[in-house]
């Protein structure tokens, strides 16, 4: 079973840049993607951008494209979600989230880190 922990969220303002950090644990995390995603005040979860653990394949949101980027430290077993240009909509809860490479769903989740943008 993976067990992930986020870190690094915080109040910054609108322009500024902010590095979110999930740890992970658990057996054979080359088996699987790792996943960011938010969830803003009354709104549905939405992805962000994933990884895969064994190839650094990475794959990201349109809505963030060109301003998050992610990767993975495998001698922390961490996976890092750097975002730049931070605007007041970027404002959320954001999930740290892990899934075999074989399966559609991410069935584990962090506990998530709030993410919040002034203007």
């Known amino acids: 079973q993976v067990q992930l922990v986020e870190s690094g969220g915080g109040l910054v303002q609108a322009g500024a840049s902010l590095t979110l950090s999930c740890a992970a644990s658990?057996?054979?995390?080359?088996?699987?993607?790792m996943g960011w995603f938010r969830q803003a005040p009354g709104k549905e979860r939405e992805f962000v951008a994933a990884?895969?653990?064994?190839?650094?394949?990475?794959y990201y949101a349109d809505s963030v494209k060109g301003r998050v980027t992610i990767s993975r430290d495998n001698a922390k077993n961490s996976v890092n979600l750097q975002m730049n240009s931070l605007k007041p909509e970027d404002t959320a809860v954001y999930y740290c989230?892990?899934?075999?490479?074989?399966?559609?769903?991410?069935?584990?989740w962090g506990q998530g880190t709030q993410v919040t943008v002034s203007s």
């Open positions: 990884i895969s653990w064994s190839f650094g394949s990475t």
């Open positions: 658990g057996p054979a995390l080359s088996r699987y993607h």
């Open positions: 989230a892990a899934k075999l490479v074989t399966t559609v769903q991410y069935a584990y």
